[in-house]
């Protein structure tokens, strides 16, 4: 079976006992050279974007524009997260946009035609991602059908759903605050600065504590100094966006806007749950033996048919979630939600964030950080007032050039035996 890396791009890989932090520099680049990149490509690519937008536009690294651009990426970023789990197997989700739209529209017309509320209809949402799942995953895998196929039928099957559930041309309207506050409320900036304390703090502790019981058992280990500034970077990153989030960036001297919006602990909630199934839980290790390779994943007794159908579940779920987010800052819930190219910019963020479209090689923050690459593009050339063409272009330019990279690194992970 492949061997199936869990944390790419990660000084820590391979690293051991007697390694000091010079050695884990040194051995990272051959390991880069030898096609182990991870999601390094996207971060270098989104630190260029950050950069050129910088410096093209003034308003771009404002407080207020950043806000917009998490807000943008909240959605994308769900849906890609979801497909993660999918393209882990080497299978593809073509409908996973449009069960986020009927998801949506389910739980719109319970609140207003039921009076639901808000919780029970997220969660009638998510029950109607969770059954369409469900069935493309049992056609997958019990009758055999190659899920391109079977998820093509239900991408055009399901916006015939909408149609019939809303009306052609007609929208039903999302007012109730919870779910319209996900993307245009804030948390109170207290509340923010001890959630990220929180965040950074609960971080830096299960590292050490990891790291303390690898030496603890005799294991292969990192750096101790690699582990301390894996942390750093993390409460860096997390205390700036913060920081950021909580000055006030609205337009209007006599309104004042503050905070970080709730979509992003929402996401943030979502990428630990998620990381923790891959990465901690047999059944992520079984997705990944599976995905590395099927035939001795089922000689090792795990269940194929099993992995395959909830992998869906799991995808058209995400799907429903990032429909609810999309109805959320839309305020509406249309016929068309969820189509168009909402599909394509999440399988794109996946395979940008270095999610390998091969199968067994992928994580769940590989698609946050495609899914900000991908908003930062339309966000950035919007700001500099450029043809929607021109985002289409650079968009799948990109797309492009992180499937290449997946092929080459693939090819000389292949040549170099790390897979």
Request: net charge positive.
């Amino acid at each position: 079976m492949a061997t199936v890396n869990l944390a790419d791009a990660d000084f820590a890989v391979d690293s051991r006992s007697d390694e000091t932090f010079v050695d884990a520099l040194r051995s990272y680049g051959p390991r880069v050279r030898g096609g182990d990149m991870g999601s390094l490509p996207a971060v270098l690519g989104l630190v260029v974007l950050f950069i050129v937008f910088g410096l093209a536009n003034e308003r771009f690294m404002s407080a207020l524009n950043l806000a917009n651009l998490i807000t943008q990426a909240g959605a994308i970023c769900v849906l890609a997260m979801g497909l993660v789990f999918v393209l882990l197997l080497g299978d593809i989700d073509l409908s996973a946009g449009v069960a986020g739209g009927v998801s949506a529209c389910v739980m719109a017309l319970m609140i207003v035609n039921r009076g639901w509320p808000w919780w029970a209809a997220i969660l009638a949402g998510v029950a109607c991602g969770a059954l369409i799942g469900l069935l493309i995953g049992l056609l997958c895998a019990r009758l055999g059908i190659p899920s391109f196929v079977v998820t093509l039928g239900f991408f055009l099957g399901l916006q015939g759903v909408t149609l019939r559930l809303i009306g052609e041309g007609g929208s039903v309207r999302v007012d109730d605050p919870v779910v319209r506050g996900l993307t245009i409320a804030n948390l109170p900036p207290t509340t923010g600065w001890v959630c990220a304390v929180l965040i950074a703090g609960g971080y830096g502790v299960l590292e050490f504590h990891r790291q303390r019981g690898k030496i603890a058992r005799g294991l292969a280990h990192p750096p101790t100094a690699v582990v301390g500034a894996r942390v750093a970077a993390v409460a860096v990153v997390v205390l700036g966006v913060t920081y950021l989030l909580n000055l006030n960036r609205s337009v209007n001297p006599n309104i004042e806007i503050r905070g970080v919006p709730y979509v992003l602990p929402v996401v943030g909630l979502l990428l630990i749950v998620l990381t923790f199934v891959l990465n901690r839980t047999s059944y992520g290790r079984h997705i990944y033996a599976v995905g590395g390779n099927k035939e001795a994943a089922r000689r090792a007794g795990i269940n194929v048919g099993r992995i395959k159908v909830s992998v869906f579940v799991v995808c058209s779920s995400m799907a429903a979630l990032s429909g609810i987010i999309a109805a959320s800052y839309g305020g509406k819930v249309s016929a068309s939600s969820g189509a168009g190219n909402t599909l394509l910019y999440a399988v794109g963020a996946a395979v940008i964030g270095g999610t390998s479209l091969f199968g067994g090689r992928g994580r769940a923050l590989d698609a946050v950080i495609g899914g900000v690459v991908v908003a930062t593009i339309a966000n950035g050339l919007g700001l500099l007032n450029q043809s929607s063409y021109i985002n289409f272009l650079v968009t799948g330019g990109v797309l492009l050039l992180a499937a290449s990279v997946d092929a080459i690194s693939r090819r000389r992970r292949s040549v170099s035996g790390l897979s």
